[in-house]
């Protein structure tokens, strides 16, 4: 079924926009969020209307219950439903955990996992009247495995896993999947910091032999929104870096 609402938060660039446009051009409507990024939110706009997709932009920060409510309650008095949500908003952080302060504690849990929480549970309200959703939720390989100096982005992102397995046995009998997608080294803004010699190191530790691209999770977003009986799965692509 195309069609479908679909909103994405933290969607104006990286994985994030990767997955508005696949999922645009399948003939789904975007609403994708983004909080301070308003010129790529706009480059994202208009790109998406030259090639004729249907795509929306939204302002709004989601680990501020208000402004996530104002999101959906306009979207969905716009579009009468949201049919999938996608959980992409996150920030990276490292840090050494002796180091770690309680205002960083609370930026990168506000951001990584309170904001899915948030929005989430605002989401969940129609979804259940109408008895049918998806929610997918971009996780990490670290909060599977864990990552020496990434200590509080893994907490963050085994909390959002967790989240998806309770979640998807609490909401199954209302015929709403929940999913995470774990992606491994991906080629992100997020590690445009590290050295050409630290990336071909890690390539070298990938039985694939190659970092990941956005449209590698762009695509596996795409097979669990058309599916039908994958719920409570972390799935992680990641080349083979992780194996579990």
Aim: one cysteine or more; a neutral charge.
């Amino acid at each position: 079924m195309k069609n479908k609402i679909i909103l994405i938060t933290g969607a104006s660039r990286g994985i994030g926009r990767e997955i508005a446009f696949t999922l645009a051009k399948e003939g789904h409507i975007i609403v994708a969020n983004y909080n301070q990024s308003e010129k790529q939110a706009k480059t994202l706009k208009q790109e998406a209307l030259d090639q004729k997709l249907q795509l929306d932009i939204f302002q709004a920060d989601v680990s501020k219950r208000d402004e996530v409510k104002k999101m959906i309650d306009d979207t969905i008095k716009k579009y009468q439903k949201i049919d999938v949500l996608i959980n992409n908003a996150g920030i990276s952080s490292f840090n050494l955990f002796t180091d770690i302060t309680d205002n960083d504690w609370n930026t990168v849990i506000n951001n990584n996992l309170y904001s899915a929480f948030c929005v989430t549970q605002e989401v969940l309200p129609d979804m259940i009247h109408k008895k049918s959703g998806c929610i997918i939720n971009i996780s990490s390989v670290w909060g599977l495995v864990g990552s020496s100096c990434e200590t509080l982005y893994a907490i963050s992102k085994a909390g959002l896993d967790a989240m998806t397995k309770s979640l998807a046995k609490e909401l199954g009998p209302s015929n709403i999947r929940v999913n995470s997608i774990a992606p491994g080294f991906i080629n992100t803004d997020m590690n445009k910091n590290l050295s050409q010699e630290t990336i071909h190191s890690i390539e070298q530790e990938i039985p694939l032999g190659k970092i990941g691209s956005p449209s590698s999770i762009a695509k596996c977003v795409n097979w669990l929104v058309e599916d039908d009986f994958t719920t409570g799965q972390i799935i992680s692509v990641n080349g083979g870096w992780v194996i579990t």
